[in-house]
Structure formats: C-alpha cells, structure tokens
C-alpha cells in the first residue's frame, strides 16, 4: 500500500521567515495531495490541496508543488505569523480508483510548526 | 453549511466495554470516512461508508466495526476496548467518492480513553 514520509517532524522559525515542509509517496498511482493543519485539540483542516495534473498551486502565503517523477510534493508557506504555528500533515490518495482507494487518505507523521514573535 | 459533527467529543471506559461514536457528515456530502488519531501511530483509516456500504476498510481488527445510515450518518462500534484504543477518532465526509470531488472535511473527532 501506499506509504508518505513527512519531514522534518519538527520546524522552528522567527515571524516572517518561511517555512518548508517535504513529503515523499511509494505509490505512482496517487494522484491527489492535500495538506491539513491542526491546531492543538482542533480538527484538521484542510488549507491546501493539488492535483497530479499540475505542479504548482498558490493560496495567499501558502503554496504546494508537486514532482510526480520524484513522488515528492512540498509546502511552502511564506511571511510566516504566529498564528502559523500548528501540526502540519500532508497526504496522498487515489481519486476515482475505487476498490482499495475509496475514501483512504494515507497522512505523514505530521510537522509541529512553531513560529516565533 | 454546518460542518462535520461528531459525538460525544469525550468519551472514558474501561477495558472489555464497547462504545459507539458518531458522526453527522456535511449537508449532502455521501462518504463518511474514519480514522485514529494517535501520537505514535498518527492518523490511520479506519474504514469509508458510501450509500450504507463499507466499502473500504483499513487494518484494524474486527473490534472495529462500522456502519451508515440512508441520512448518511455514520457511527462506528469498537468491542472489547483495549488499552490501545485510546485515541482521537475522527471522521471526514466527502461529497462524491470515487470522482474528483473527494476532499475530506474532519469533525471535531471523539477522544476515548479507556482505563
């Protein structure tokens, strides 16, 4: 099955630098990446997501890129604030595979995010 | 749109009992998937219901059961509640599955401690 490997687990960073967070996938089949933040006892919220049929995708300060030779996709997130800080986990799912692909994310280990003042 | 609800948040039993959670997916989304949440193992699929059907299911033991209801509501059952079954367990709807509209939106999640 598939497996994502998330790094770094933990990422310290000074207000207004950016930040980036790598994940790799096993499985060339996976063609949908979204990224979740969670807060400390909140619920994961998805902030970005991206598709294999593009390489890039950009919110505001938050953008994802994708390499599906390497089955690596990444999150940038620039002018970092306080409010950033979170648990950050990507993952990796088969859209429209059916079978053993209904509904299954498969996540990372998570990145605790801290941004200080 | 009301967001995904699940209930109860909070949840203590003791080893040998059973428990069923549940989750309320957002208006009109069909597919009610579950996971556990746990600091060593992180986020792990349970399993995914669609029109009352499980139709995937992830490693877990048979403890572990689940089921939908025609509002698409969701519950899911564990039996015989081990230690190791203290976790957050959150459940994540979707408006189609199997099409290109799979984004999952997360409830709240129900923490369960069992003693």
């Known amino acids: 099955g598939e497996n994502v490997e998330q790094h770094p687990s933990t990422l310290s960073v000074q207000e207004g630098d950016s930040a980036v967070i790598k994940c790799t996938y096993s499985d060339s089949a996976s063609n949908y990446f979204p990224w979740y933040k969670q807060e400390l006892g909140k619920r994961p919220q998805l902030i970005i997501d991206i598709r294999s049929n593009v390489g890039e995708k950009k919110d505001q300060r938050i953008a994802v890129t994708l390499n599906k030779t390497a089955k690596h996709f990444s999150l940038h997130i620039t002018e970092t604030q306080p409010e950033d800080s979170a648990v950050y986990f990507c993952?990796?799912?088969?859209?429209?595979?059916?079978?053993?692909?209904?509904?299954?994310?498969?996540f990372g280990q998570g990145t605790i995010l801290t941004v200080h003042p | 749109k009301a967001g995904v609800t699940q209930t109860p948040r909070y949840l203590i039993k003791t080893r040998g009992q059973q428990v069923t959670l549940s989750c309320s997916p957002i208006?009109?989304?069909?597919?009610v998937s579950w996971y556990q949440q746990t600091p060593g193992q992180g986020l792990q699929f349970l399993f995914e219901y669609f029109s009352e059907t499980q139709r995937n299911k992830g490693n877990f033991p048979g403890r572990f059961s689940g089921r939908q209801f025609s509002n698409s509501r969701s519950e899911m059952n564990v039996s015989t509640l081990e230690l190791g079954d203290s976790a957050l367990y959150l459940c994540?709807?979707?408006?189609?599955?199997?099409?290109?509209?799979?984004?999952?939106?997360f409830g709240p999640g129900t923490r369960l401690l069992v003693l």
């Open positions: 993952a990796a799912s088969q859209e429209g595979a059916g079978g053993t692909s209904y509904g299954k994310l498969t």
């Open positions: 994540a709807s979707s408006l189609l599955a199997g099409g290109p509209y799979e984004t999952q939106y």
């Open positions: 208006s009109g989304h069909r597919s």
